[in-house]
């Protein structure tokens, strides 16, 4: 994982980009897995958004399917 922008993706040995820096979280591939996360904010009914945030959980990436 590296970041830019306050944002994490995933570059190749040729340092190009193959995973966008869409994360706010992320860990390097291991065992063809790696854990990120993206914080959503949270809306009430007027659409306004919060300071609470939603979805602080991780999410796994496949490596086979970024290959």
């Known amino acids: 994982a590296v970041?830019?922008?306050s944002k994490y993706g995933f570059v190749n040995e040729k340092n190009e980009?193959?995973?966008d820096f869409i994360y706010n979280d992320a860990k390097p591939f291991s065992f063809?897995?790696?854990p990120?996360?993206?914080?959503?904010k949270k809306h009430d009914e007027n659409n306004n958004a919060s300071n609470?945030?939603?979805n602080n959980t991780?999410?796994?990436l496949h490596?086979?399917?970024w290959v």
């Open 32 to 34: 063809g897995i790696a």
């Open 36 to 40: 990120v996360r993206v914080y959503e």
């Open 17 to 19: 980009v193959i995973i």
């Open 52 to 54: 609470a945030e939603q």
């Open 63 to 65: 490596k086979q399917d």
């Open 58 to 60: 991780y999410r796994v």
């Open 3 to 5: 970041g830019k922008n």
